[in-house]
C-alpha cells in the first residue's frame, strides 16, 4: 500500500491482559520502527526491523514486549500483561532505508492503548 | 545526554500572520535534523530533512533553518493558514555505529486563530 496501515485505531485492554498491535509497511520498504508515545510528542523508539530481521531493540521493555516482522504479514507489536503505563499511542513508521539516513520515514496514524 | 528542546511550548497567532519555530539540540555526533508537523489524531509527517552541511530548505510556506555551529534550528512559517494548527516536533538524528537514532523534541503546539 502507498500508506502505513496501523491497526485497531483504539484499543482498551484491563490491567494484566495482553494486547496486539498491527502494522503494514508501505510496499516496497525494507525498515519498520515502533515508537511509544506517551504524552503528546514525547516519543520514545521501541524497536526496528530490516524486514524480519530485528535491527535495533535497545528501546524495547523486553520483559513483557515482543515484536515480529514476518514475511507477507503485517508486523505486529504484542504487551503481555499490560500496565497501567503502558496507556499511549503507538506509532509504526516505515522507510527504504535504515532509520536516520537521509530518506524519508513514513508514520502510520497510530493505535491508542489504554489500560484501565 | 542527547537532548532536544523546543520552544515555544505553544503559540497562538492569527490567519495570515508569520511564525517562526525554535529547535535547540544536544545531539552528538549530528546526523541530520527533520521537522514533522502532527495533526491531532495523526501520525507525524516530514516537512524538512537538512543535513549538516544545509542551513536552509524550504517547502512550500514552510522554511526551516540550521545552524550546525550553534545546534540551532528553526521553522518558519509565512502566511499562517488554519490548516497548520498542528504540534511541529524537531527531530534530530545521531550517527551511531550500532544504527542510526531519532531523538524528538517535545514540540511546538501551534493553533491559528481567525
Known amino acids: 500500500g502507498e500508506e502505513v496501515a496501523q491497526t485497531p485505531k483504539h484499543l482498551v485492554r484491563g490491567e494484566g491482559q495482553k494486547a496486539k498491535l498491527y502494522c503494514a509497511p508501505i510496499?516496497?520498504?525494507?525498515?519498520v520502527f515502533w515508537y511509544q508515545q506517551v504524552l503528546k510528542n514525547e516519543f520514545k523508539f521501541l524497536i526496528s526491523f530490516q524486514n524480519e530481521n530485528v535491527f535495533d531493540e535497545t528501546g524495547m521493555p523486553k520483559e513483557r514486549f515482543s515484536a515480529k516482522c514476518l514475511p507477507n504479514s503485517p508486523c505486529s507489536l504484542e504487551i503481555q500483561a499490560t500496565k497501567l503505563e503502558d496507556s499511549a499511542v503507538y506509532f509504526c513508521?516505515?522507510?527504504?532505508?535504515?532509520?536516520?539516513?537521509?530518506?524519508?520515514?513514513?508514520f502510520g496514524q497510530g493505535t491508542r492503548l489504554t489500560v484501565v | 545526554k542527547n537532548q532536544v528542546e523546543q520552544s515555544p511550548q505553544s503559540l497562538i497567532i492569527l490567519e495570515g500572520k508569520n511564525c517562526t519555530l525554535q529547535?535547540?539540540?544536544?545531539?552528538?555526533?549530528?546526523?541530520?535534523l527533520r521537522w514533522y508537523k502532527q495533526d491531532t489524531g495523526r501520525g507525524p509527517v516530514s516537512l524538512t530533512i537538512m543535513t549538516f552541511s544545509e542551513n536552509t530548505k524550504s517547502n512550500g510556506r514552510y522554511t526551516a533553518t540550521l545552524d550546525a555551529d550553534t545546534k540551532q534550528s528553526s521553522l518558519h512559517i509565512t502566511a499562517s493558514q488554519l490548516s497548520d494548527s498542528a504540534s511541529y516536533i524537531c527531530?534530530?538524528?545521531?550517527?551511531?555505529?550500532?544504527?542510526?537514532?531519532?531523538?524528538f523534541g517535545t514540540g511546538t503546539q501551534l493553533k491559528v486563530e481567525l
Open positions: 529547535c535547540n539540540y544536544t545531539v552528538s555526533p549530528f546526523s541530520n
Open positions: 527531530v534530530v538524528t545521531t550517527a551511531t555505529g550500532g544504527g542510526n537514532k531519532l531523538t
Open positions: 513508521a516505515s522507510s527504504q532505508l535504515r532509520q536516520g539516513s537521509n530518506t524519508e520515514a513514513f
Open positions: 510496499k516496497g520498504h525494507s525498515y
